[in-house]
């Protein structure tokens, strides 16, 4: 009879590498999130004259006033509030992890910050103000994080 050759340690330990690959997409997610969440692009203001009439309450007479207005959008912060993570987590035999933005919270976020390509995407206005669309964030990001993933992978 044989008697089987037993390594003395685990020779790949597979819940360290899990642990591992975890906690670097998780801080990957946390990165692009807080980048997703930033609002990079200054606030411009075109500023308009305007004459205004109204009556006098006490009098009733006309009176003109002038002054300067602005036009352009208004900042409600609703898209820096709509950005979560989800994972990461097992997904059959995947480990993955999602940066989304809610749509509910701010209906226009595909617009604003979206990809590059496809059905639905960046408007070219918002890319024309400055605004960083997902897949340039990425582009940004990711390499280094895959860098780390496989320096675990190989280290293993």
Request: glycine share 8%.
């Amino acid at each position: 009879m044989f008697d089987p050759i037993l390594p003395k340690r685990k020779v790949i330990d597979s819940t360290q590498i899990l642990r591992k690959l975890s906690k670097e997409l998780g801080d990957y997610a946390k990165d692009t999130r807080l980048v997703c969440r930033n609002y990079e692009v200054p606030t411009t203001f075109r500023l308009a004259a305007y004459t205004q009439r109204t009556r006098s309450a006490k009098t009733g007479r006309l009176i003109k006033r002038r002054g300067m207005r602005r036009l352009g959008y208004k900042r409600t912060n609703m898209l820096k509030g709509s950005w979560s993570i989800r994972g990461p987590h097992m997904k059959g035999s995947a480990l993955e992890v999602i940066i989304g933005s809610d749509s509910g919270k701010a209906p226009y976020n595909i617009f604003v910050r979206g990809p590059k390509k496809g059905k639905r995407h960046q408007a070219a206005r918002m890319a024309a103000r400055g605004w960083r669309s997902v897949t340039d964030i990425k582009k940004d990001y990711w390499p280094d994080t895959l860098k780390t993933i496989r320096k675990i992978l190989q280290g293993a």
